[in-house]
């Protein structure tokens, strides 16, 4: 049976980054850093859920001169709402998935 | 440490040259996605830590372009196609074009023969010099389908300069001089595999989903969008692809007693496989454009 969009590991880690703090923007590579996603797979993830309209984007000035201007990102309300059905909907599979690779896990 | 500094600042370098490349293979309009990695490559702490965070560009530029091409208009899609073919079968040919004449005018000027066997007076005496003009055909080859835009071709070229390599220098470390033997059976044998897999990972259809392969979304579809069964299964109807290649090319071997293909059995089998992969490539692409355009839906 064919998955479901926006519910791979990966993009459900991400999701439920972003929904610690829905209104807060985020920067992609603390993002990398928390979710311990490799840029590589994190940013199309980033890119798809936005061209969903689950994201949304803003650039940012640099904090420190000649830097360039950072890409952040937050939830829309819309995907913020998405995002918590999907994490409500994958979250037996996810602990079933934790506990088999936890130590004294079954 | 001096040596780790050195090789920091390498990779450091390196990285900024590969995200320089990867900026340069992106349309200016589609660069917001590489720029946002690209500002955030100077958080990086060191040199190890950018490169790594600059090889995940190379994804990401795949599934921009792939995006771009996908909402491209379709601007006479047979005649595209036909144009496409043709330049994929060129650059093909082209590295064929060389390596043929150049082994023939190698074992006429060595008086050696490209006998499947160990046998004395045979071409295996000259590891070094068919070694070159197996990966250099190749190279060529792929520069010739680089610049023909044949991407097809270019990748079929690039499979064949790598396994060439590792075939001379895994021949060349063990000391086998029964190459030809085992080497026509082998190579193609693993090339036709190898090709099935590269091409079932450059042929996705929508490389911008997610890595599990989820459903296929266009941009500006709705997100639950609903995908062709070729579209999910693309990657095994091209691994079947690349069997059914492999199976091309060992029948064609085994056909090596009849005189008219004796010596250049290898290169007809490796061109006849790709030029068969490529229209069943083809095929199954435009079967799964026409089951997407008509919005079939993927309840099974």
């Known amino acids: 049976m064919p998955r479901l969009p926006n519910t791979s590991p990966q993009t459900l880690s991400v999701l439920e980054l972003l929904l610690e703090s829905p209104r807060s923007w985020h920067y992609g590579y603390a993002l990398s850093q928390l979710t311990g996603l490799k840029s590589g797979t994190l940013y199309p993830i980033l890119l798809r859920l936005a061209d969903q309209g689950w994201l949304e984007t803003r650039w940012t000035e640099p904090e420190q001169p000649g830097r360039p201007p950072r890409h952040t990102y937050r939830l829309t309300g819309e995907g913020a709402k998405a995002a918590r059905t999907k994490l409500a909907e994958a979250a037996p599979s996810r602990m079933t998935r934790r506990l088999a690779f936890e130590p004294g896990g079954r | ?300």
């Open chain 2, 1 to 300: 440490m001096p040596t780790h500094g050195f090789l920091g600042r390498l990779a450091d370098a390196l990285a900024r040259q590969l995200l320089s490349w990867l900026h340069r293979r992106v349309e200016p309009g589609s660069r917001e996605w590489l720029d946002a990695l690209i500002a955030e490559s100077d958080c990086a702490d060191d040199g190890w830590q950018r490169l790594r965070w600059a090889l995940g560009g190379v994804p990401l530029v795949w599934t921009i372009n792939g995006r771009r091409r996908m909402n491209e208009p379709t601007r006479g899609p047979m005649r595209a196609r036909i144009v496409r073919g043709v330049a994929n079968i060129a650059g093909i040919a082209s590295g064929f074009a060389v390596i043929i004449p150049a082994t023939d005018l190698a074992t006429y000027f060595f008086r050696c023969h490209l006998f499947f066997g160990n046998q004395p007076g045979g071409c295996q005496e000259h590891p070094f010099v068919f070694a070159s003009i197996a990966i250099g055909g190749g190279v060529l080859g792929m520069i010739i389908a680089l610049a023909l835009r044949a991407r097809f071709a270019a990748y079929w070229w690039a499979v064949v300069s790598g396994f060439n390599t590792v075939g001379s220098v895994w021949y060349l470390r063990s000391g086998i001089v029964d190459l030809p033997r085992y080497g026509a059976t082998q190579s193609a044998m693993l090339m036709a595999a190898t090709f099935g897999v590269v091409l079932a990972a450059i042929m996705r259809d929508a490389p911008w989903t997610e890595t599990d392969h989820g459903p296929v979304h266009h941009v500006g579809d709705s997100a639950g969008a609903p995908a062709s069964f070729l579209s999910r299964h693309r990657i095994a109807a091209l691994l079947i692809a690349g069997t059914i290649s492999f199976a091309m090319a060992d029948a064609l071997i085994r056909m090596r007693d009849r005189h008219l293909v004796a010596d250049n059995v290898n290169h007809y089998a490796l061109l006849g496989s790709a030029m068969f992969a490529a229209i069943l490539a083809g095929l199954i692409g435009r079967h799964g454009s026409r089951l997407s355009a008509k919005g079939c839906s993927g309840t099974e």
